[in-house]
């Protein structure tokens, strides 16, 4: 796993010897944010489910200004620390190492995102589809930019629909689902 542009373009990630994160390939990855460069200069990102960082990070040497970074397994989040530290990104990075489903239906307000990245795990789409709706309901209500974008990755098998977030794109890479949701059009 690597970053694939920008500043830190090229240097390797560290990952966990465990199953608890799902690295994406440097090829989906590049796909994906050809799509996304337009939303990344100077953004505020949510990596949510963060894993060892890899989207946040990649945003990061990308030129976003700041990435929070939601993990609470704690092997993948020793490694995220340890990636922030390797990359000298400290400094516009933050970790919330805590429940995120009560966090963000808790949270009074935060720091708007432009840019959202919520990869849970899979088997979530099917344990808890409720909380997973109620996030990006939170979302759409108290954490996205009025033109921020919710990247929502998951098994191509599976779908979930959030409908408090409007889809406007589906990208399809093998045995994944890639959706690109906004808030909903205002009438």
């Known amino acids: 796993m690597r970053v694939i542009a920008g500043e830190f373009r090229g240097r390797t990630l ?3 010897k465990t199953d608890a994160t799902r690295p ?7 796909s ?4 996304l460069s337009p939303y ?3 953004a505020v990102v949510y990596d949510c489910f963060a894993g060892t960082g890899s989207m946040g990070l990649e945003c990061l040497s990308r030129g976003a200004k700041h990435a929070i970074f939601f993990e609470m397994d704690r092997s993948a989040s020793d490694m995220l620390k340890k990636n922030i530290a390797l990359l000298k990104v400290a ?8 429940d995120l489903f009560k966090w963000f239906t808790g949270k009074p307000g935060a720091v708007p995102a432009n840019l959202i990245f919520l990869d ?7 344990e808890r589809p409720d909380d997973l709706r109620a996030l990006a309901a939170a979302y759409a ?4 930019s009025p033109d921020g974008l919710v990247v929502f990755r998951h098994d191509a098998k599976d779908s979930l629909a959030l409908p408090a977030l409007h889809e406007t794109d589906v990208r399809e890479y093998g045995s994944m ?6 808030r909903p059009p205002t009438k």
């Open 14 to 16: 560290l990952a966990p």
């Open 24 to 30: 994406i390939t440097d090829r989906v990855k590049q």
């Open 32 to 35: 994906l944010f050809d799509v």
């Open 40 to 42: 990344i200069e100077e």
């Open 91 to 98: 400094d516009r990075s933050t970790i919330v190492a805590t």
């Open 120 to 126: 849970p795990p899979y088997r979530f789409l099917k």
């Open 141 to 144: 209500e108290r954490f996205l």
């Open 177 to 182: 689902t890639v959706k690109l949701l906004r």
